[in-house]
């Protein structure tokens, strides 16, 4: 079957870059953060909130992207963020890169295909003392010194390898891991998931929606429904938070992950939010960055900043703290 040879390729593919030498290490520490399967499972709020951390105890982080779904990309990297002001925009950042820069003032955030090259600039040009390397968990070219991995409650065991199902490589990758975040379990069944899979720590984690940020229009209230919209991973997961936390979703308007909007989509969505006599659109923090592209917009527009809440977040910067004083 065609997904049992993407696997063994995948395997083959990690087997060759853990061999002696094969990876090319940067001069200051690496903590990936990463996912197994394709989608959303929360793992860009982590490299925001373990940024901000960084920050917070005098580091320099730099967070390399590899700026996916971009409009202009050239070799070089690019700087989004020197860690005091934007120097790009979202088309030469990608939506990923650019949230991140304006979700954590004092991170530089760079963008390459090759991470390696982006953390040198990181490092020669902008100071940085430590590198976050998003979505870093299948960039096997790069050396890391912590891999995080990021999953949804219950979805691995069930789960197969693409493209039968939405896995990147086989579970048996997450041995590699030094810890596990499990977005909707419990500490005790995100360690149990955790030890199954050859991983040393689990921690269970939740998705908490921030209040909602006018984009165009005024400030949503709960009298009135929401039309959603999202081109993210799994918009389905964005609806769920937004009723978790007592906003009614009438109609969902469902693009593809890192869609690039045009009048054509909104003057559609507006239609949408007439016929459900709805307040208006209520959007993420990743798409807002390109609905500003259109500003001003044909109907009201809100985001919702989305963070992971993690109980035992003295274990996450536990490890990173071991991993900054082995490197020191």
Known sequence: MLHTLYGQLAAARRAWYERPGARRRLRRPVISVGNLSVGGTGKTPLVAAIAAWLVSIGERPAIL?????????TREATVVSD?????TDVAHAGDEPLMLARAVPGAAVV??????????VAEDTLGATVHVLDDGFQHLPLARDLDIVVTAAGTLATDAVLPKGRLREPVSALSRAGL???????????DAEARAYGVPLGLGAARTLGAPVAIEGEPPTRARPLVAMAGIGQPAQ????????????????????????????LTAVARRVAAAGAWGVA????????????????????????TLEIARWDMVTGAIRQVLGGRA
């Open 283 to 306: 959007t993420t923090d990743k798409d807002a960055v390109r609905l500003e592209l259109l500003v001003p917009l044909p109907v009201a527009v809100a985001r919702w900043p989305l």
């Open 238 to 265: 964005f609806v769920a938070a937004l009723t978790a936390h007592g906003w009614r979703v009438v109609d969902t308007c469902a693009f593809p992950d890192h869609h690039w909007y045009g009048a054509a989509d």
């Open 111 to 120: 963008v390459c295909a090759e991470r390696y090259a982006a953390g040198l």
């Open 180 to 190: 596990l975040v499990v977005v909707g379990a419990t500490d005790d069944e995100a």
């Open 83 to 87: 860690g005091t002001r934007l120097l």
């Open 65 to 73: 992207s590899r700026g996916y779904a971009r409009k202009v990309t």
